[in-house]
């Protein structure tokens, strides 16, 4: 399966870079810290389910970086630019040695199955 993203062909000449461009520095901060951290999770203030994705790690001893962008009334649009670039939709993002895993729901049904355990060693 792949992601349904709008081929280039179809973005005129004159935005193309600016549509590239966008918040090119908030993506090269997250890729910085997924490079140099197992697990990564990406959130915001307000918003209840990165908090429970940092005391689902906590509670299972998983060490992580936490990266937060704003809250409901603060950065939506830097927040844009992450979804543009996983094509996640919602917050957080967590991130397993690069993979994005999805948000916390899915992080608490891979540490049910024993696959989180078996992605961070």
Known sequence: MSRNILDEAHIHPAIRERVGDYRRDLVAEVQAAIAANSVVVVGMGLNPFPRKARQILDANGTPYK????????????????????????????????GVLIGGATDLQRLIKSGEFATMVA
Do not use: D, H, Q
């Not at 936490?66 to 957080?92: C, D, H, I, Q, V």
């Open 66 to 97: 936490y990266l937060s962008y704003g809250n409901y009334f603060s950065e939506w649009r830097p927040r844009t630019a992450l979804k543009m670039w996983t094509g996640w939709p919602t917050f957080p993002m967590i991130f397993v040695k």
